[in-house]
């Protein structure tokens, strides 16, 4: 929409934060810039607080949004206000608009955000506290934090959120987890009130409210560890799975990093996908799946493990693949879907330059090709066997895994 590039040494559009206590909350700088702007553009509660002091043209945000940037940008080097939330760069519409216009034509006067207030109110430390927004967003984002003892403020989208928080909480056996939602922050009706998760029976809820969880895990809790190669018992699956030891040495093999994309082919329960995608909340995971059931599997997975924006796509590689965005890492599963014609050729000409593809083999099919490969293009080859302990009559032994050969390649 625009080539930011700035029309001029003066900034034409100014981005200005407030909060539930409206102009007595501002700054006289806010509140002159307010008042002389020909144009303020806004959320209907944002108009309503500042209406005392808007002399301009009101222009409420439209749905979809870009219709709004398009609006502002057509005013471009005339003066503009734009109301936010508290810090429109947290979770805000300071973000939007930064990437659509060099930083020279914006200042931005920003407020005390929901998360900064909800701390002060509770004494909790930012620092040291997960902060999470849900505005919008699938509640399941809220599971990978769910560990004993965590503190996190969460923003909600509205009265029905802290329920929900409540319900999910009690159902993963988080139900003794105190949960305290703070109502219109700042305002005149500001109020603050707790429940434990499994009882919570708070009712007329402001729409407008943060919640902050004290977690208390019980017996049983659905808790996420910090590691590759979680429990297989904690996925859904058919059989169909990169077991946990191979998984966590997959992880290490893929290396992911910092907003990386990665293709999972043949995904079976999307147990490498979803572990690509824990490891940073910037990665981002295509699964490719030929079984419905399964990419149905998936998908629940994916929600259950609190990364619901993992893609699922249904359809046979190597076709499956044609129009997907380039991935930076690509995994191709042991059960011997990349040994179909043309898969790997397929997956090596989609994958980045610099990009790294790791191929597990079970079968003696799949280990042929990955044989085949490596002679041509090099790489590394790993031999992994498992062996795990188990009753052999009375006493007892060692009852090995099937091997699994592992190709690792990057892409010069």
């Known amino acids: 929409m625009s080539d930011l590039s700035p029309p001029g040494n003066q900034p034409w559009l100014t981005i200005i934060g407030i909060g539930e206590d409206g102009p007595e909350g501002l700054g006289e700088e806010a509140k002159r810039l307010i008042a002389s702007a020909p144009a303020v553009f806004g959320g209907a509660r944002h108009h309503a607080l500042a209406a005392q002091l808007i002399s301009g043209e009101r222009f409420s945000w439209q749905s979809p949004f870009a219709r709004s940037i398009e609006a502002i940008l057509t005013r471009r080097g005339t003066p503009v206000v734009v109301l936010a939330s508290g810090d429109p760069f ?9 990437r659509h216009l060099a930083v020279e034509e914006m200042r931005t006067i920003p407020a005390p955000s929901a998360f900064s207030l909800a701390a002060s109110r509770l004494g909790w430390s930012l620092q040291d506290i997960a902060t999470i927004s849900l505005h919008g967003r699938p509640i399941d984002l809220i599971r990978p934090h769910l560990h004993p003892g965590r503190r996190i403020i969460v923003l909600t989208s509205d009265e029905n959120g802290p329920r929900a928080l409540a319900n999910l909480l009690t159902a993963d056996g988080f139900g003794q987890s105190q949960l305290t939602v703070l109502e219109a922050l700042g305002g005149s009706r500001e109020r603050r009130r707790s429940a434990i998760a499994a009882d919570f029976d708070l009712a007329d809820i402001d729409p407008l409210n943060v919640c902050a969880l004290a977690v208390t895990a019980g017996e049983g809790a659905r808790i996420l560890p910090f590691v590759a190669g979680l429990e297989d018992e904690l996925f859904e699956h058919d059989g169909q799975i990169t077991k946990r030891e191979i998984r966590a040495m997959t992880l290490s093999a893929l290396a992911p990093r910092h907003g990386q994309l990665l293709w999972d082919i043949g995904a079976g329960s999307g147990s490498i996908g979803i572990e690509w995608m824990l490891a940073d909340p910037s990665l981002k995971t295509i699964a490719i799946e030929q079984s419905p059931e399964r990419a149905a599997r ?52 989609a994958l980045k330059r610099g990009g790294r593809l790791v191929a597990n083999a079970v079968t003696l099919e799949m280990e042929a090709v990955l044989l085949c490969e490596h002679a041509k293009r090099g790489g590394s080859l790993t031999r992994i066997e498992i062996a795990r302990a188990g009753a052999l009559g009375g006493m007892s032994g060692w009852r090995p895994a099937m091997p699994v050969t592992q190709w690792r390649w990057t892409k010069g």
Request: charged share 10%.
């Open 90 to 98: 947290l979770h805000g519409v300071g973000a939007t608009l930064s």
């Open 298 to 349: 998936i998908a629940r997975n994916a929600s259950a493990f609190g990364v619901p924006h993992l893609a699922v796509v249904e359809g046979a590689a190597p076709g499956a693949l044609v129009g997907l965005p380039k991935p930076d890492a690509i995994f191709l599963g042991g059960g011997g879907g990349g040994s179909e014609a043309g898969v790997i050729d397929a997956a090596i000409a």
